[in-house]
């Protein structure tokens, strides 16, 4: 059984920060990719960070320069930290995981507000 678990969300005012975990555990078998993805209410999940085995990063042209995402391979854990954070960021963040053999997995989500 795979999980794939995020935590660190939580209410910011705008302009503050946030950094975001996912660990991957579980009979996953040798993760590959990870990457974070957001949907926002009424909006289609997209794609916020993603980073490879080879650690070459991806992000969306919206939080580039402010976001950074990074691994950590002996933990199966991904990190997001957003910075500068907007009223637009807001959404529920999913990570997901995927191993050499291109199987993906997707945790729960969490909120991420950011609210004056």
């Known amino acids: 059984q795979v999980r794939v678990v995020e935590s660190g969300g939580g209410l910011v005012q705008p302009g503050g920060s946030l950094r975001l975990s996912c660990t991957a555990s579980?009979?996953?078998?040798?993760?590959?990719?990870m990457g974070w993805y957001r949907q926002a209410p009424g909006k289609e999940r997209e794609l916020v960070a993603a980073?490879?085995?080879?650690?070459?990063?991806n992000y969306a042209d919206s939080v580039k320069g402010r976001f950074t995402i990074s691994r950590e391979n002996a933990k199966n854990t991904v990190y997001l930290q957003m910075n500068s954070l907007k009223p637009e960021d807001t959404a529920v963040y999913y990570c997901?995981?995927?191993?050499?053999?291109?199987?993906?997995?997707w945790g729960q989500g969490t909120q991420v507000t950011v609210s004056s």
């Open positions: 980073i490879t085995a080879a650690d070459n990063t």
């Open positions: 997901k995981a995927t191993n050499i053999n291109k199987i993906s997995y």
């Open positions: 579980g009979n996953i078998f040798a993760v590959a990719d």
